[in-house]
T-cell receptor, first 114, second 112 residues
Framework: DARVTQTPRHKVTEMGQEVTMRCQPI?????VFWYRQTMMQGLELLAY????????DSGMPKDRFSAEMPDATLATLKIQPSEPRDSAVYFC????????????FGSGTRLTVV | KQEVTQIPAALSVPEGENLVLNCSFT??????LQWFRQDPGKGLTSLLL???SQREQTSGRLNASLDKSSGRSTLYIAASQPGDSATYLC???????????WGAGTKLIIKP
């Protein structure tokens, strides 16, 4: 089965350090979402790409977060500098067309900032 | 404000029972509504999608209904099995906005 691959699966880092999370969408998918999940806030949309172009990143704290798709096989989410409140599970999802139905989610990156 | 609420937050039932999970939403002008399943440490799996013009969708032992006028959707699971244990999330898309608004989920435990 085709899968969305996220790396790393787990990341523990100290406050102030840069964190980079990577996502390999399913080959041929043209839409990529980044979500963040916490117990308090649930699932939050951070960014959305269509054909590698960012269409909406209004959910991201712009001063520290950045999301890019350097090519069709890689999406990255960077946090610099990281803060303890960034601790969460970050999910990437890819698919075709609008909406999330039929989208495939990765297993997530569990980030802990100490 | 467009919000999605799921009650209860957790549910534990014996194996074999039929059960209903609830999802309520503000603003009846939805585009579609989806039910997802999330296993611990895993991503989300889409279970059922209901378009605004539909009243229900079925997949195997799962049946999702939609009542826009009352702002409610239910996910019915028939003959529950321990493998159904997971967190079930409801997500609503309003109008043509691509963004999904998520409920907090219901954690379901099926006891053998």
């Amino acid at each position: 089965d085709a899968r969305v691959t996220q790396t790393p699966r787990h990341k523990v880092t100290e406050m102030g350090q840069e964190v980079t999370m990577r996502c390999q969408p399913i080959l041929g998918h043209n839409t990529v979402f980044w979500y963040r999940q916490t117990m308090m806030q649930g699932l939050e949309l951070l960014a959305y790409f269509r054909n590698r172009a960012p269409l909406d990143d209004s959910g991201m704290p712009k001063d520290r977060f950045s999301a890019e798709m350097p090519d069709a096989t890689l999406a990255t989410l960077k946090i610099q500098p990281s803060e303890p409140r960034d601790s969460a599970v970050y999910f990437c999802a890819s698919g075709l067309g609008t909406g999330s139905y039929g989208y495939t989610f990765g297993s997530g990156t569990r980030l802990t900032v100490v | 404000k467009q919000e999605v609420t799921q009650i209860p937050a957790a549910l534990s039932v014996p194996e074999g029972e039929n059960l209903v999970l609830n999802c309520s939403f503000t603003d009846s002008a939805i585009y579609n509504l989806q039910w997802f399943r999330q296993d611990p440490g895993k991503g989300l799996t889409s279970l059922l999608l209901i378009q605004s013009s539909q009243r229900e969708q079925t997949s195997g032992r799962l049946n999702a209904s939609l009542d826009k006028s009352s702002g409610r959707s239910t996910l019915y699971i028939a003959a529950s099995q321990p493998g159904d244990s997971a967190t079930y999330l409801c997500a609503v898309r309003w109008d043509s906005n691509y963004q999904l608004i998520w409920g907090a989920g219901t954690k379901l435990i099926i006891k053998p």
